[in-house]
């Protein structure tokens, strides 16, 4: 479970009400809940679809992608009332997802602008992204080079988290602050 600007206590709260609440005839094993401040993002593995041995990596792709439209659209209602509860207890708005056969696919999730101040030397990466056809605009741009360094840093990105999770442990063993 990874988590952003919230507790280890908040974050496997949620984790445990999650799997407390969830059919267990829906996923595999347990399910992979992220949380920041805006979002909570539920993503559970699901088993491959059986395809014969002599099926092509598209035939794969397609048979993966319809186990995961399958599914959103048998459980609709059920995911939207589970979701409710869990907005309201968590105060976020909660987003579902599926892996089938290695290929992630997620449903309704949140885009939530962020604003940051960038120099000329940033802002012309952004506009030569934005001339070159890759995005439309500069949010676009950003939003792309944010992506790009996430699937490119993954490791980097979880030792920095495993990292930030020792600092708040320490912080809590800490004499207490008066002042």
């Not at 009400?17 to 593995?45: C, H, K, M, N, S």
């Not at 041995?53 to 186990?67: L, Q």
């Not at 939003?143 to 990292?163: D, T």
């Amino acid at each position: 479970m990874t988590t952003d600007n919230s507790t280890d206590e908040t974050a496997g709260t949620v984790r445990g009400w999650f799997t407390g609440r969830l059919p267990q005839d829906w996923f595999t094993g347990p399910v992979d809940v992220r949380v920041d401040r805006e979002e909570i993002t539920v993503v559970g593995t699901m088993p491959p679809p059986e395809v014969g041995a002599d099926a092509s990596d598209a035939e794969r792709a397609a048979a993966a992608d319809g186990r995961a439209r399958s599914f959103r659209e048998s459980t609709r209602e059920q995911r939207i009332a589970i979701a409710r509860e869990a907005e309201h207890r968590f105060d976020r708005k909660v987003a579902w997802g599926v892996e089938v056969d290695g290929r992630r696919a997620l449903f309704t999730h949140l885009a939530v602008p962020v604003m940051t101040r960038l120099r000329q030397p940033e802002r012309l990466v952004l506009d030569t992204l934005v001339a070159a056809g890759v995005a439309r605009s500069r949010s676009e741009a950003l939003a792309w080079s944010v992506r790009l360094v996430g699937s490119n840093a993954e490791a980097w990105l979880g030792e920095l988290r495993e990292a930030m999770q020792q600092v708040e442990q320490v912080r809590a063993q800490g004499p207490d602050r008066t002042e």
